[in-house]
Structure formats: structure tokens, C-alpha cells
């Protein structure tokens, strides 16, 4: 029997073979495919990758053009720099010898240790913040794909990574409270599921990131009580272990790493004699309409969910601190992912609503919050990245590299913020007025307000009388000074 014969007896039909059938696949399959790679299983991850781009690309285009915005991520790297080769963290740049553990409990840090001996040098803890805020984004984006559906979810989803609050801690260097972004983010999607152990275990680990959120672990544990409106026996062990493991910390931990063997902030709470400065009442409506009007458009009030931003708010607006009551700095970071994980929770029940004006308010909300972050965006940090500018570096900066390069490894610095960031890798760093008698090898300052490197030497004098200081270069409007010799 012929084949063709063969085939009518079959009951089958074969069609004649095509010319590369084996390597293309069929329309129908790489609509699978791609429906596949953009479906809502993935879309986090890939909201997720796009936010550390750009996360990543902004902080170091900004490092690399020496325009480092405090000293922080000068403090942050002696800290991981010392956990890396096994030492206790000392920063100091805090002051000689300080232990950062008794500055503020941040021993989540150390899991940067691994890297950073690796890969040493201040990109690294860039890196990896911009890797835990992008990551943050992967719950709020699952959380609201789940609740809202593809299109409103990932309307909220990006929202969030653009979110002012995200973009403003991106923007000032490093901070520990990149650990607790994604761990305040996972914990609540785990409380939206009903996961309450997830949940818990996402919690707790708070309490070694910084030493106020304990509290927000607390306030998380209650929040558990309240959405299971039972006991939870976990839940209550959270809340429990979160309001103990901030008193022990405040109360003993800080101070027995501290040389002065007390807590330093507690002054931002009491104030140092005289009268203290107190929030006034129009910024602190200011900075609470700025966490819930353009991220939420009001509508994450209607969950219970924002009970976790009450113990940072908290802390904040009694503080005599006036950076800490604002929308500067990386304050308001771990806020964001409370309010949209608040606002997807929110919305189903507000699409529902049985007044029609409401229904049509909660059904454009996630386009208007998407709208509205990216007109912010046009004035925050990741504006730059459209400017040409931003990618062309600086010959000032280059200039003052090759200067700082001429310092040996291993010297003592005396330092000011554009050179720390050149130097905290391979020198031991003070900051500039606080060495505590130590002469340093090197003093490397930026020059303001048309000072010379003559000024900049006879500041150092002042500073070390028994030393001999001699300009070493300048360039970059920085001045490096090198000691030889004593008085």
C-alpha cells in the first residue's frame, strides 16, 4: 500500500512539509509564548528588572560624577567593609573607633559582606539597594495584578516604583532601610493572601534592620489580629517580640555598643535644653497628604493596612527633628509599599461601591495614580536620565580622581563627601573636624566658595598644630594635603 493509500485508510490527513518548519514556531504557540513572558505570573519580575535599571543606572551615572549626597554612604561602607573581613563595624567616619551598632542597630547590613568582598567598593551597596527597592516591587505588583486584574495591576505596580517616596531614598546614597522595603512589602501581600506565617516570618526579621521597626513588626502583628479577627497565636508572639526586641535594643543593645553607653537619638525626641522645635501643624498635614493623595488618591485610608505607617509617623512627627517631619531624604521610603498595598486592598471593595460616583472614582484610580507619578516624575531623580548630561561624566570629577588616587591604600584620611567616595574602600577615613587627636597621613577636602588650596592648609594647621601639612595637588575644586612632618 502507497503512502497516500496508507493515509485515506488511516482516517488521517498530512500535510506536505514546510521549508524550516522545525525552527519557527507556529503562530499560535509564540502567542502562547509571549502571553506566557508578559502574563500576570511574570509581570512583577519584569516590573521588578525595569526598576533596578533605572534604580541602578541613577545612583551610579550620580557616583560616578562625584556628586555624592552626604556622608552616609561613606559610613555605611566602612560598616560593611569591616563585616566583610570579619571585624566589628566600625565607622569612622561616626568618629574614631565608633561602633555602628551602637549608632543604630542595622546588623542586617553583614549580608553584605559576601558581595562586598567580592566586589569591594561604595557600587556595591548601590547596587544592592537599588536591587531591594526594585524587589519591593514584585509583591505590590503581584498583590494588585491579583486584586485588580493585568492592566489596573500593573497601573499600581509601576506607580509604586515610581513613586516619590522610592525615587528620594534612590536618590540619597545608601540607608539600611533598603532591607526593610522588601520585607514590609512581602509581609503585607502575605496578610492580603491570609498567609499569616509568611506574613510573620517576613516581620520579624525587621527588628535587625533598624532599631525602630520593632514597632512597625508590632504594628504588623496587630494587623494580622485585626484581618483574621482571631487570635493568632503567631501573630501575637509578633507583636510581642517586635515591642521587646525594640525596648531591649533602645534600652540596652545601642547603649552597650555606645561609648557614651545611652541611646544619641533620644535627644531628637526630649530635645537639648531651651525650648525644642515642634511639627507644625501645616507640614504635617502637608507630608501626610503628599504618603496618601498622590500615591492612593485618599483611598488607601479605607484599609486597615496603614496601621503599619503609624509607628514611623509616629516617631517622626514628635520628633524636634525637622528632616525627619518632611518629604526629603529616605524617610518616607518605607512607607510606600503600606500605602499601594493599602490602595489594592481598598479598590475591589470600593469597585463594588454602591454609589455609581464612587464606583467611577475607584475604576480610573490606578490610571490616575500612574498618571500622577509620572508627572512627578519630572521633577524628582529619574528626570535625569532623559538629560544627555547625566551620561557624560564630569571632567572636574575625573581630575579629582586621579588626584585622590595618589593617596595610598591604607593611609589615614581626613576627609569631607566628594572625596569619601573615593577613599572609604582602601584608606581608613575620618570625617573632616573630628579625629579626635588623631593626625591623619592626608586631608582631602572640596573647596567652596572660591577658597584655595593655601585656605584648605591653613585650616589643617588650625585643626593639627603639631603637624605639617603641604599641598599635595588640587584639582576638581578638590585639595589634597599630605602631613610631613611634626611641630
Same mark, same amino acid.
Given at each position: 500500500m502507497d503512502t497516500a493509500a496508507a493515509t485515506a485508510a488511516s482516517g488521517r490527513t498530512t500535510s506536505a512539509p514546510v521549508a524550516g518548519a522545525g525552527f519557527a514556531p507556529a503562530p499560535g504557540r509564540l502567542r502562547a509564548r509571549t502571553a506566557t513572558l508578559l502574563g500576570p505570573r511574570l509581570l512583577p519580575y519584569w516590573t521588578a528588572a525595569a526598576l533596578f535599571a533605572v534604580f541602578f543606572a541613577i545612583s551610579a551615572l550620580r557616583f560616578r560624577a562625584m556628586a555624592t549626597a552626604s556622608w552616609d554612604l561613606g559610613i555605611f561602607e566602612q560598616a560593611v567593609r569591616a563585616y566583610a573581613h570579619l571585624r566589628a563595624p566600625v565607622a569612622d567616619l561616626k568618629g574614631p573607633g565608633t561602633n555602628l551598632l551602637g549608632d543604630h542597630f542595622s546588623p542586617v547590613l553583614a549580608l553584605l559582606a559576601p558581595l562586598y568582598r567580592v566586589f569591594p567598593g561604595p557600587l556595591t551597596l548601590l547596587f544592592a539597594q537599588a536591587f531591594l527597592f526594585a524587589l519591593s516591587?514584585?509583591?505590590?505588583?503581584?498583590?494588585a495584578v491579583r486584586a485588580l486584574g493585568q492592566g489596573r495591576g500593573l497601573a499600581v505596580g509601576v506607580a509604586y516604583g515610581l513613586s516619590w517616596g522610592l525615587q528620594k531614598a534612590v536618590d540619597f546614597d545608601f540607608h539600611e532601610i533598603a532591607f526593610a522595603v522588601p520585607l514590609i512589602a512581602f509581609a503585607l501581600e502575605a496578610v492580603l493572601r491570609?498567609?499569616?506565617?509568611? !506574613?510573620?516570618? =517576613?516581620?520579624?526579621?525587621?527588628?535587625?534592620?533598624?532599631?525602630?521597626?520593632?514597632?512597625?513588626a508590632a504594628a504588623i502583628g496587630a494587623l494580622i489580629l485585626v484581618r483574621a479577627r482571631r487570635a493568632v497565636p503567631?501573630?501575637?508572639?509578633? #507583636?510581642?517580640?517586635?515591642?521587646?526586641?525594640? !525596648?531591649v535594643?533602645?534600652?540596652?543593645?545601642?547603649?552597650?555598643?555606645?561609648?557614651s553607653g545611652s541611646y544619641d537619638?533620644?535627644?531628637?525626641l526630649s530635645g537639648e535644653g531651651?525650648?525644642?522645635?515642634?511639627?507644625?501643624?501645616d507640614t504635617a498635614v502637608r507630608t501626610l497628604l503628599w504618603i496618601v493623595l498622590p500615591t492612593s488618591g485618599l483611598l488607601a485610608l479605607r484599609s486597615p493596612l496603614l496601621l503599619v505607617?503609624?509607628?514611623?509617623?509616629? =516617631?517622626?512627627?514628635?520628633?524636634?527633628?525637622?528632616?525627619?517631619?518632611?518629604?526629603? =531624604?529616605?524617610?518616607?521610603? #518605607?512607607?510606600?509599599?503600606?500605602?499601594?498595598?493599602?490602595?489594592?486592598?481598598?479598590?475591589?471593595?470600593?469597585? #463594588?461601591?454602591?454609589?455609581?460616583?464612587?464606583?467611577?472614582?475607584?475604576?480610573?484610580?490606578?490610571? !490616575?495614580?500612574?498618571?500622577?507619578?509620572? !508627572?512627578?516624575?519630572?521633577?524628582?531623580?529619574?528626570?535625569?536620565?532623559?538629560?544627555?548630561?547625566t551620561y557624560r561624566k564630569p571632567p572636574a570629577a575625573t581630575a579629582a580622581e586621579h588626584l585622590l588616587e595618589r593617596i595610598p591604600d591604607g593611609a589615614t584620611v581626613e576627609a569631607d563627601i566628594r572625596p569619601i567616595s $573615593?577613599?572609604?574602600?582602601?584608606? $581608613? #577615613?575620618?570625617?573632616?573636624?573630628?579625629t579626635r587627636g588623631i593626625a591623619p597621613d592626608y586631608v582631602a577636602v572640596e573647596l567652596r566658595d572660591g577658597r584655595g588650596p593655601e585656605q584648605a592648609q591653613d585650616d589643617a594647621r588650625k585643626r593639627h598644630p603639631k603637624a605639617v601639612y603641604d599641598i599635595l595637588g588640587a584639582a576638581g575644586d578638590v585639595t589634597v594635603l599630605r602631613r610631613t612632618g611634626r611641630r
Open positions: 516591587a514584585v509583591p505590590v505588583t503581584r498583590a491570609g498567609r499569616w506565617t509568611a !506574613a510573620v516570618c =517576613w516581620a520579624a526579621p525587621l527588628v535587625l534592620v533598624k532599631e525602630d521597626l520593632g514597632v512597625s503567631l501573630a501575637v508572639a509578633l #507583636v510581642a517580640f517586635g515591642l521587646v526586641a525594640a !525596648a535594643t533602645l534600652g540596652v543593645i545601642i547603649p552597650g555598643f555606645n561609648g537619638y533620644w535627644n531628637k531651651g525650648p525644642a522645635p515642634r511639627i507644625p501643624p505607617a503609624l509607628p514611623t509617623l509616629g =516617631w517622626r512627627f514628635i520628633s524636634h527633628e525637622p528632616h525627619y517631619w518632611g518629604v526629603d =531624604w529616605h524617610y518616607n521610603a #518605607v512607607l510606600m509599599p503600606v500605602v499601594f498595598l493599602a490602595l489594592a486592598d481598598a479598590l475591589p471593595r470600593t469597585l #463594588v461601591s454602591t454609589r455609581p460616583w464612587v464606583r467611577a472614582y475607584a475604576h480610573h484610580l490606578p490610571a !490616575a495614580v500612574l498618571a500622577a507619578a509620572l !508627572a512627578l516624575t519630572t521633577t524628582l531623580p529619574l528626570a535625569r536620565l532623559t538629560e544627555a548630561g $573615593r577613599l572609604t574602600d582602601r584608606t $581608613r #577615613v575620618f570625617w573632616i573636624g573630628d
